[in-house]
Antibody, heavy 122, light 102 residues
Framework: QVQLQESGPGLVKPSETLSLTCTVSGGSISSYYWSWIRQPPGKGLEWIGYIYYSGSTNYNPSLKSRVTISVDTSKNQFSLKLSSVTAADTAVYYC????????????????WGKGTTVTVSS | SYELTQPPSVSVSPGQTARITCSGDALPKKYAYWYQQKSGQAPVLVIYEDSKRPSGIPERFSGSSSGTMATLTISGAQVEDEADYYCYSTGVFGGGTKLTVL
């Protein structure tokens, strides 16, 4: 059974870059798509973007200018970088495994990590 | 931008049928997915491709889609089904529906 675990700093200063890593265990990162999703306190879910194990990506247009998702197949990990953060980026960040078929946004997530809380504050 | 609209809350008594709707203009052409999120936990996929149930999800969970509306049905809702439910399609989540079972 594949499991995902998010890791990274829980506190980031405004204007800096948020960096998180998701480690995949119990299965290979190859042949799947891998996503980041976030949830601000008391609010709903927001899809951030995904990466294929080969490196191709697709990002939420509302975040595209600030987001980079990368993959390290040798470590079975993928990562999120979100630049120029503000308090509005405070959220629980989840990583998830996904499936894509057809067009780039014909995509969904099946297995999720437990999430990690990131607070943006000075 | 594309939106999926859900009712903020649904309430049923134990044993009753709960129906949660999700409306979106692309749903006639795109699949809907449903996630259950219990308090303090990560979301769990309960329905994929409109009506398919992942292994391990109880049979009381079912999904359907017609036109611009997808529906999650919980037949004989149980207290443990109390959670937030989110529909999802093509990179967009609905706002979520809080299901109360009491």
């Amino acid at each position: 059974q594949v499991q995902l675990q998010e890791s990274g700093p829980g506190l980031v200063k405004p204007s800096e870059t948020l960096s998180l890593t998701c480690t995949v265990s119990g299965g290979s990162i190859s042949s799947y798509y891998w996503s980041w999703i976030r949830q601000p306190p008391g609010k709903g879910l927001e899809w951030i973007g995904y990466i294929y194990y080969s490196g191709s990506t697709n990002y939420n247009p509302s975040l595209k200018s600030r987001v980079t998702i990368s993959v390290d197949t040798s470590k079975n990990q993928f990562s999120l970088k979100l630049s120029s953060v503000t308090a509005a980026d405070t959220a629980v960040y989840y990583c998830a495994r996904g499936f894509r078929f057809g067009e780039p946004l014909d995509y969904y997530m099946d297995v999720w990590g437990k999430g990690t809380t990131v607070t943006v504050s000075s | 931008s594309y939106e999926l609209t859900q009712p903020p809350s649904v309430s049923v008594s134990p044993g009753q049928t709960a129906r949660i709707t999700c409306s979106g203009d692309a749903l006639p052409k795109k699949y809907a997915y449903w996630y259950q999120q219990k308090s303090g936990q990560a979301p769990v996929l309960v329905i994929y491709e409109d009506s398919k149930r992942p292994s391990g999800i109880p049979e009381r969970f079912s999904g359907s889609s017609s036109g611009t509306m997808a529906t999650l049905t919980i037949s004989g809702a149980q207290v443990e089904d109390e959670a937030d439910y989110y529909c999802y399609s093509t990179g967009v989540f609905g706002g979520g529906t809080k299901l109360t079972v009491l």
